[in-house]
């Protein structure tokens, strides 16, 4: 007759190194029972063979004093086999992102992609310093890339 044996407990995670737990990774020390780091949580579905859609979630504490920080991003890629195109939307950030990239020969790619950002400050009076209103602020940045590839040399 055999003993059943039970396994031995895992050890607690403690420290500052990342730990994968499937689609989520933490980094932080969990010090006298409080959470300060960062944890991140991602999911990416393929809807259908071209198309995915993915949620991401960032949670952070710095100090126990402080207050902590979390952020939703929401994105989507449409691959077409010689070209793929990729949107995210920060609603916590106001921003939203689009790239491009295409296979133009078998040596040459080229990519581009922007970045929306809006945002709101306050307007303080020259006098008093007061706020008096809000103004909106809208900021973009675009980049464009490409690659050539001569035998065994990229450019």
Excluded at 51 to 61: D, H, N, W
Aim: net charge negative; aromatic share 8%; proline share 7%.
């Amino acid at each position: 007759m055999s003993e059943a044996t039970t396994p031995a407990p895992s050890p607690p995670i403690t420290g500052t190194s990342p730990v994968a737990l499937g689609d989520f990774t933490r980094l932080g020390a969990l010090p006298d029972g409080g959470f300060t780091g960062v944890a991140t949580a991602a999911f990416l579905q393929s809807i259908t063979s071209k198309l995915a859609l993915g949620i991401e979630t960032v949670y952070s504490k710095q100090a126990s004093i402080a207050p902590a920080d979390a952020a939703t991003s929401y994105f989507a890629r449409y691959n077409n086999g010689d070209w793929i195109a990729s949107a995210q939307v920060h609603p916590t950030q106001g921003s939203i992102t689009g790239s491009l990239w295409r296979k133009i020969t078998d040596q040459v790619d080229a990519g581009i992609e922007s970045k929306l950002t809006g945002g709101i400050k306050p307007v303080a009076d020259p006098l008093t310093g007061g706020a008096i209103g809000y103004e909106p602020i809208v900021e973009g940045e675009t980049t464009l890339g490409a690659k050539y590839e001569y035998h065994t040399a990229c450019l």
